[in-house]
C-alpha cells in the first residue's frame, strides 16, 4: 500500500464509495480473505467518478456478527485489477461533470496490503472523512444562496413600484 500514496500526488484520481455501506443488499458474498488476499464479489451502485479513477476506496461488510455500523473494512482497488470493472455511466439530471456509475466485482483478488486500516475497523476511516467532506460540499451550494441573495437584494433596492422601490414595503 506503501507504494500506492506517493503515485497520488497529481498523478491520479482517486474514487471514494460510501454506497450502502453495509453491503448486504448488493454484494453476493462476503469478502472472502485467503491468506494474503481478499476476494470480492458482487457490486456497489451510484459511485462518483466511477470510470475515471485510477484509484478506488471500497468499503465492504467483513464481519456481519457485530452491530450493523461495525465489521466494515477499506480496501484499496487499483484500476485494472483482475476481476474488477465498471459498468455504464447514469444519465443524471444535473452534475453531468461527476460521473456516477456502478462498481462490479467478480472474483476480484484484493490483496491484503490493499486493506486501508484494520479488517472491521472501514467505519472509523470514514467518518474521520465526512466532516470534511460535508463542509466541502455545503460550499457550493452556500456559494449559489449567496449569488440568489445578492441578486434579489439588488432587485428589491432598485424596482420601483406605485413609486416606491419594493423593499420598502416590507
Not at 472472502?32 to 466511477?50: A, M, V
Not at 485510477?54 to 485489477?81: C, W
Request: one cysteine or more; glycine letters at 10%; aromatic letters at 8%.
Amino acid at each position: 500500500m506503501s507504494q500506492l500514496l506517493p503515485r497520488n500526488k497529481n498523478e491520479h484520481s482517486i474514487s471514494h464509495d460510501q454506497s450502502r455501506v453495509r453491503m448486504r443488499q448488493n454484494l453476493k458474498s462476503i469478502p472472502i480473505r485467503k491468506c494474503d488476499y481478499y476476494i470480492l464479489n458482487g457490486s456497489k451502485f451510484w459511485i462518483t467518478n466511477f470510470d475515471v479513477a485510477d484509484i478506488l476506496l471500497v468499503y465492504a461488510k467483513t464481519n456481519f456478527d457485530v452491530r450493523p455500523q461495525h465489521g466494515i473494512s477499506l480496501f484499496i482497488i487499483e484500476k485494472g485489477m483482475e476481476g474488477f470493472s465498471v459498468g455504464k455511466p447514469l444519465d443524471k439530471l444535473g452534475m453531468r461533470g461527476s460521473p456516477t456509475g456502478e462498481l462490479i466485482f467478480e472474483d476480484c483478488k484484493v490483496p491484503a496490503e490493499n486493506l486501508l486500516g484494520a479488517e472491521g475497523k472501514g467505519v472509523y476511516v470514514l467518518m474521520s472523512g465526512l466532516d470534511v467532506e460535508r463542509l466541502v460540499l455545503a460550499a457550493g451550494p452556500v456559494g449559489i444562496m449567496q449569488a440568489c441573495c445578492d441578486v434579489a437584494f439588488d432587485y428589491v433596492h432598485h424596482r420601483k413600484q406605485f413609486g416606491h422601490k419594493i423593499g420598502e414595503f416590507q
